[in-house]
């Protein structure tokens, strides 16, 4: 796919990543398009699963979910069933904004999004009582350096 990426679809595409609320015609006159061409392109990009979703970031802090976790994870069984239920248990826990499958030591690393160190230990005891775990542990963001959804085009 990205072979059919011109440099119009890319800077179309910088300008969604910081601002997917911006107008078409502002997008148009900032890459130099006609309206319809640009609203031609986006449509383009979208169907295509280019662009996956127009969202809002929203400050966790403010809506009182300050405490961001890194959780490291082992899994105590590689079998389908676990699997399912772990996957069902990540879909089910709002608190995991982000989970990944890992290579090397550890299984999965979950981005996790709470009040407080009660409220992560309510996550915590929630997810262990719904999938066994071989091994958790979380380290606690003190400083958040760079959080972006920007990809580098």
């Not at 662009?51 to 899994?75: H, T």
């Not at 066994?132 to 963001?141: E, G, H």
Request: neutral net charge; aromatic residues 6%; glycine residues 4%.
């Amino acid at each position: 796919m990205s072979d059919t990426i011109d440099e119009k679809d890319r800077d179309i595409l910088r300008l969604l990543q910081k601002d997917a609320a911006r107008s078409i015609d502002a997008l148009a006159e900032a890459v130099h398009l006609s309206r319809n061409a640009c609203w031609r392109r986006i449509k383009r990009l979208e169907e295509t699963g280019v662009i996956e979703a127009r969202v809002a970031r929203l400050n966790a802090k403010k809506l009182g979910l300050g405490l961001m976790a890194i959780v490291l994870l082992r899994a105590a069984d590689h079998n389908p069933g676990w699997l399912e239920k772990f996957h069902n248990a990540v879909r089910r826990l709002p608190e995991i904004t982000e989970a990944h499958r890992m290579s090397g030591d550890l299984d999965y690393v979950l981005r996790v999004h709470v009040a407080d160190m009660e409220d992560y230990d309510r996550f915590y005891k929630t997810l262990t009582r719904l999938v066994p775990l071989r091994d958790i542990s979380a380290s606690f963001v003190m400083e958040n350096l760079k959080d972006s959804t920007e990809l580098p085009l």
